[in-house]
């Protein structure tokens, strides 16, 4: 399929780039405000994440919630830099959110090709895969904004690549899109190891939440459990980010 114009503009991340770039984004709460209440709770999430998980196979991850502003990307970082706190875990964090991806953004990281062009396969698996700062923690970006994105996600080169990617990582965690409008995640969910279910208290309709999960669970998606986020935490949040210092 071919790529939109934008994506013709992107180039492959040059090797290491990323590594010296410090991650301070204060959502990031695990890495930037490890003493707090909110990186507590990611740690009790990798927990209970890690117990699943007692033969310390490789494991694939994906994130989702019903809607869009949810969460779940910053939940996916979070997690992983909770997980990166353990002894000789390597994690990736794979966007697979093409529709409206992030990873850069909260990791203030140039944006370059990453999964779109996999996908396509015009770049390595190898070389979509940048090292950030912390230690043990890799990212591939989401790459171009490909035109179908369900197609790419759904196809079978998607398989071979995160097969490809279990062996090389302990954790893939996934981000995806909203999950009530957009079949990537369920696509997703289905061949990943499991499904962390991301809901925003006091936002999402709880129908909505369970016909998310309903249309997870048709597609053969393994739902492991739910992430809460307090929308009195990210309001705080934006809040901060709107204010001039
Ligand atoms: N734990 C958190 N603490 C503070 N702000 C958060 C937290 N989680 C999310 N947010 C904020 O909520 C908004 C949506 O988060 P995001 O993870 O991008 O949602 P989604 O990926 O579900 O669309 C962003 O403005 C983000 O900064
Ligand atoms: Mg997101």
Known sequence: MAPTNQSDQLEPAPADETREIPIRRE???????PRSQVAEQFRSLRNAVHAMNPDGASHTLVLTSALSGEGKSVACLNLALALCELPGIQVL???ADLHEPSMERYL???VRQGLTEVLTGSLAIGAAVRKTSVKGLSVMGAGARPKNSSELIGSERMKTVLNALRQ?????LIDT???????DASQLGAIADGVLMVVRLGYTPRHYVEQTVNSIEALGGNIL???LTDAAVIDTAEGYGQRTK
Request: aromatic share 8%; hydrophobic share 40%; with cysteine.
């Open 27 to 33: 959502e990031l709460a695990v890495h930037v405000n």
């Open 93 to 95: 964090v794979v966007d």
């Open 108 to 110: 203030e990281l140039p």
């Open 168 to 172: 090389r990582y302990s954790y893939v």
């Open 177 to 183: 899109p909203q999950a009530l409008t957009i079949s």
């Open 225 to 227: 459990g739910t992430c």
